[in-house]
């Protein structure tokens, strides 16, 4: 036997096991690749969940007489629905405390509206506010109060909506519209962590604090004659 024929007899079988532990090498490595690709994959989908995004606004309904006196207060039966897939949380407590309710005129085209929240920021904090509270909806579900106001409607001075200053006005008789404003938003994890820092800074006043977190839904108006 030459020395060629010994280099092969003697190669052959150490290259044929070189090359078998390179395959298994490999297909270790590859289906670590891949079971690691898999546990990165999953790992994303836990993580990386969407939020649960409220993509319709809650349906504001207002019942209230369509003839009413002006020596009388105002009474209006309300009812919010969830039409989203996730509940929802309404800032419920102006609807609770008539008094505290921005309602404002605007006496040329004749409409009332009254906001359960307020839409633009405060410079200064009231005497009294009530603290923030919320209402939980969830999904496809309604709630449903009163508000009565404090006083008869023809005594009661109101806010010209068409106007910046304090020009006050009142209902007159004839026709009106009238609807309601209320805030509302997905989760209350972010408003209540603004309020504690409001609480810690020795402010406590939540309503700026409402409306950073607050989105905005608007009831049908309804009409309504008001006579003496």
């Not at 969830?82 to 005129?105: Q, R």
Request: aromatic share 10%.
């Amino acid at each position: 036997m030459n020395s060629k024929e010994i280099f092969w007899r003697n190669y052959a079988p150490m290259k044929t096991s070189i090359i078998l532990s390179f395959l298994c090498f490999f297909g270790i490595v590859g289906c670590q690749t891949l079971n690691d690709e898999k546990q990165e994959q999953t790992y994303s989908e836990i993580t990386n969940k969407s939020p649960v995004i409220v993509e319709k606004a809650p349906i504001v309904e207002i019942e209230i007489d369509q003839n009413i006196k002006l020596s009388k207060s105002l009474n209006i039966h309300w009812r919010i629905e969830n039409p989203n897939d996730a509940p929802i949380y309404i800032y419920s407590a102006l609807l609770k405390y008539p008094a505290v309710a921005d309602i404002l005129l605007d006496t040329k085209e004749k409409v009332i509206e009254i906001r359960f929240t307020l839409l633009n920021p405060l410079s200064k904090s009231p005497n009294d506010f009530p603290a923030a509270e919320f209402i939980r909806i969830d999904s496809k579900k309604s709630f449903e109060g009163e508000f009565v106001e404090n006083k008869p409607i023809g005594q009661k001075n109101y806010y010209n909506s068409k106007d910046t200053g304090v020009r006050l006005q009142q209902i007159t008789e004839g026709k009106w519209q009238i609807s309601i404003v209320v805030a509302y938003g997905s989760e209350i994890d972010t408003v209540q962590k603004d309020l504690a820092e409001l609480v810690k800074k020795g402010e406590k006043h939540p309503i700026n604090s409402i409306i950073r977190w607050q989105k905005i839904a608007y009831s049908e108006p309804a009409i309504i004659t008001f006579r003496r």
